[in-house]
């Protein structure tokens, strides 16, 4: 079974410049979150999808973080303009079904850096 | 406000002995619980997992251990292999709902 696809591994880009990253879940998953890990800490929860629905974005810095779904499957998180403070690894996970309370698979994720 | 807390930031022990990994949490609604292993450069990837309605949990080597009242668990590996180092994370999820909230993760190492 393929795991939780990720692209890019490695960003570099000048506070102000936008960034998109991309998420290929496993195959079936109906729920896709994004997580971003700041080095030292726990991921943290950015946003939750229940299929192309969104499940919750509190945590999401919505004047400069966007995501989207599309037709239930692959994923990208867009930072419009990034802040030297968005420097972290973006993660993706899929997992099953929230009924299930199934555990999420994660993939390598995307090292962002922002200088 | 840290809802899942892991107080030792890094824990050395040595090969084949007991490696103990502690985890705290303060929402009394999370009712599921698990432990992930990170090896760097990688994504975190699960390990075990413990419901609520259980206190203990094993998987081979690895036994999670969870105390309600003291809204306390742990993760017991035993014996410790090279292998077992890497940073844990403890995560934690409410009554219906699978967000996960993560600790800041302990760094074991396994010394030969």
């Known amino acids: 079974e393929a795991g939780v696809a990720q692209s890019p591994r490695y960003k570099i880009i000048e506070k102000r410049q936008s960034v998109a990253f991309w998420c290929n879940p496993i195959?079936?998953?109906?729920?896709l979150y994004w997580y971003q890990q700041i080095l030292g800490q726990g991921p943290k929860l950015l946003i939750q999808f229940q299929n192309n629905g969104v499940v919750d974005d509190s945590q999401l810095p919505k004047d400069r973080f966007s995501a989207e779904r599309l037709k239930g499957v692959d994923s990208t998180l867009k930072i419009q303009p990034a802040k030297l403070e968005d420097s972290a690894v973006y993660l993706c996970?899929?997992?099953?079904?929230?009924?299930?309370?199934?555990?999420?698979?994660f993939g390598q994720g995307t090292r962002l850096t922002v200088v | 406000d840290q809802q899942v807390k892991q107080n030792s930031p890094s824990l050395s022990v040595q090969e084949g002995r007991i490696s103990i990994l502690n985890c705290d949490y303060t929402n009394s609604m999370f009712d599921y619980f698990l432990w992930y292993k990170k090896y760097p450069a990688e994504g975190p990837t699960f390990l075990i997992s413990i419901s609520s309605i259980k206190d203990k949990n094993e998987d081979g080597r690895f036994t999670v251990f969870l105390n309600k009242s003291a809204k306390h668990l742990s993760l017991h590996i035993v014996p410790s292999q090279p292998g077992d180092s890497a940073v844990y994370f403890c995560a934690a999820s409410p009554i219906g709902n699978e967000k996960l909230t993560f600790g800041t993760g302990t760094r074991l190492t396994i010394i030969p």
């Open positions: 996970a899929s997992s099953l079904s929230p009924s299930l309370r199934t555990e999420a698979f």
């Open positions: 195959s079936g998953h109906a729920t």
